[in-house]
């Protein structure tokens, strides 16, 4: 079974930086990972997210030019730097993996993936 833990979380000035971390276990091989959000009464939201080789990256239209998303598979690792914060990116911040290397449907989609971690709060005051 595989396991996501994130990190990095917390509480920040709009303008801020943050660096989101996500640990993963149990993964017999890599695949599509990313990061979504979620704040209370609204859809999960497709942060970013990246290909099992690092290659390719999507992210939504609220954080193209602010957030990188980058893995380090010796490592098995997955982080998302957040710059330039804003109130609006306040949220529950979700590492996900997909279990199989090719993605079939919409990278963005919390559909297409499928194990998910407990997630990490990032609050951005104004």
């Known amino acids: 079974q595989v396991q996501l833990v994130e990190s990095g979380g917390g509480s920040v000035q709009a303008g801020g930086s943050l660096t989101l971390s996500c640990a993963a276990s149990?993964?017999?091989?890599?695949?599509?990972k990313g990061w979504f959000r979620q704040t209370p009464g609204k859809e999960r939201e497709g942060v970013a997210v990246?290909?099992?080789?690092?290659?390719?990256?999507y992210y939504a239209d609220s954080v193209k030019g602010r957030f990188t998303i980058s893995r380090d598979n010796d490592k098995n690792t997955l982080s998302l730097q957040m710059n330039t914060l804003k109130p609006e990116d306040t949220a529950m911040y979700y590492c996900?993996?997909?279990?199989?290397?090719?993605?079939?449907?919409?990278?963005?989609?919390?559909?297409?993936?499928?194990?998910w971690g407990q997630g990490t709060q990032v609050t951005v005051s104004s």
């Open positions: 149990g993964n017999r091989y890599n695949s599509w």
């Open positions: 990246i290909d099992a080789g690092g290659g390719t990256t």
């Open positions: 996900v993996a997909r279990a199989t290397r090719v993605m079939l449907g919409d990278p963005l989609s919390p559909d297409s993936y499928n194990y």
